[in-house]
Nanobody, 125 residues
C-alpha cells in the first residue's frame, strides 16, 4: 500500500529555515516521482517542488521558491526532503507530500496523487 507521511513543520521567523521530511512506505522512494504541495488559508493547493524517479532524476521548483527550497532524496531512509531556506511569511501553509506512483513530475496541477496528511509551516514576520 502506497503511503507517505510528512513531518518537520513548525513555527519559524522570517528568514529562517526548516527541513520537511516525507517518509515513503509501500514503495521505494527512488522508484516514483514525489512532489511537495502546499495550501495556504483561503487558497488552492499548489505544487511547490518535485523530484522524478532515479537514475537521472530531474527536479522542479515553483517560481516563488526557486533558489530558496531544495528537494532531495535519501534512498537508505526511503525519505524525500524539502529544505526550505530564507523563509517568508507568504510561505505559511500546510505542506503535503504526494506521489502518483509514476516516474515523472509532469504537470503538478494535473496530479491525482496519494496524499500525506500534511505538516503546518508558519513563518512569522
Amino acid at each position: 500500500q502506497v503511503e507517505v507521511v510528512e513531518s518537520g513543520g513548525g513555527l519559524v521567523q522570517s528568514g529562517g529555515s526548516l527541513r520537511l521530511s516525507c517518509v515513503a512506505s509501500g514503495f521505494a522512494v527512488d522508484a516514483y516521482a514525489i512532489a511537495w504541495f502546499r495550501q495556504a488559508p483561503g487558497k488552492e493547493r499548489e505544487g511547490v517542488s518535485c523530484i522524478s524517479r532515479s537514475p537521472g532524476s530531474s527536479t522542479y521548483y515553483e517560481d516563488s521558491v526557486k533558489g530558496r527550497f531544495t528537494i532531495s532524496r535519501d534512498k537508505a531512509k526511503n525519505t524525500v526532503y524539502l529544505q526550505m531556506d530564507r523563509l517568508k511569511p507568504e510561505d505559511t501553509a500546510v505542506y503535503y507530500c504526494a506521489t502518483e506512483a509514476q516516474t515523472g513530475c509532469g504537470v503538478l496541477a494535473l496530479w491525482v496523487p496519494y496524499w500525506g496528511r500534511g505538516t503546518q509551516v508558519t513563518v512569522s514576520s
